[in-house]
């Protein structure tokens, strides 16, 4: 799954970059304040990958998540942290992350057509009455426009929305 499947998911939940470095090294620093330092313990191999020996990383043992995310619950906490383990090989994959018991938990994802609208955010980005939001189509010069097909929302089409 990737650790930027974890970085999404923490940017989702603090609706803000979750690492917002301007340059590699202040993006490493970031990274190291909420998740601590990398070393052998927690991912084995570390200092023989190249250039791990130049990095000049500071002891910061801790990972900083419950303090970053203090009202995700436990579980949120755990698949959170799991996704965003330095070590690939210990980061689940898309189907072990569906296994997570944050899934299960309360609240529960709502289905696509019961999530809310907020028809005066939609209005100002062109929403028809329909519930769509409208978009130009370019036309090709000299052929008139097609009428649309009926398009499937991506709740029809996926399911449940996270």
Known sequence: LGAPCGAIMGELLCHAPLLPGRNDTEQLKLTYDLLG???????????????????????????????RFPDL???????????????????????????YDYWKAFPLPKRADQMPTFPSTLTSLGQTAGGRVARKRPVTPGKEEQPAKKRQSAGDRFGLVF
């Open 73 to 99: 619950s436990a579980e949120g906490r755990d698949m959170l942290n799991s996704m965003l383990t330095y070590d690939p090989d210990k980061r689940p994959t898309g189907r072990d992350a569906l296994r």
């Open 37 to 67: 330092a990398p070393n052998d313990a927690i991912w084995p191999g570390y200092s023989s990958l190249p250039n791990a020996a130049a990095m000049q990383t500071r002891a910061q043992p801790y990972n900083n998540l419950a303090q």
